[in-house]
């Protein structure tokens, strides 16, 4: 049986975290999901998992660290420079979606407002980082 990789959630919001967790689950998404609170914890579960997660949705207003910083160490480092990330973030300020992609971002994608709209975005995102993508060997596709 193989086992299927993590998705790594980075949100500091606990309503966006639950929303966030019940879309991929509607999708189908039946793979663990992580919780990170902060750009500091992210960076401590990126860094210290055996296995990498198959993507990473990062919000980039967080404590303590924050997502720009996050998406640029995750870049620096041999091991998780090519690991997935999806800028998952209600910014919609240029700035930020230009270093989004400056720094490697993999995907931009603004939380909208509406739940039903945010659920299927989210449901949407979930289905193509961990069913329809081709990962790289070893990547999360079941």
């Keep these: 049986m193989t086992s299927l990789r993590t998705v ?3 949100e500091d919001n606990p309503d966006d975290e639950r929303l966030t967790i019940r879309a991929l689950r ?3 998404i039946a793979n663990e999901i992580l919780v990170a609170r902060n750009g500091e914890d992210a960076l401590n579960l990126v860094f210290d998992l055996e296995t990498l997660p198959c993507v990473v949705l990062l919000d980039l207003k967080l404590p303590k660290v924050d997502g720009l910083d996050v998406l640029r160490q995750i870049r620096a480092n041999d091991r998780t420079r090519l690991l997935p990330v999806v800028v998952l973030t209600s910014s919609s300020e240029d700035r930020d979606i230009v270093e989004s992609y400056t720094l490697g971002a993999n995907s931009y994608v603004r939380k909208p407002v509406e739940i039903d709209q945010f659920t299927e975005a989210v449901r ?3 289905l193509y980082w961990v069913l329809h993508n ?3 060997p070893g990547g999360c596709n079941p």
């Design 26 to 28: 509607r999708g189908k």
């Design 124 to 126: 949407q995102l979930g």
């Design 8 to 10: 790594l959630l980075v």
């Design 134 to 136: 081709e990962s790289l």
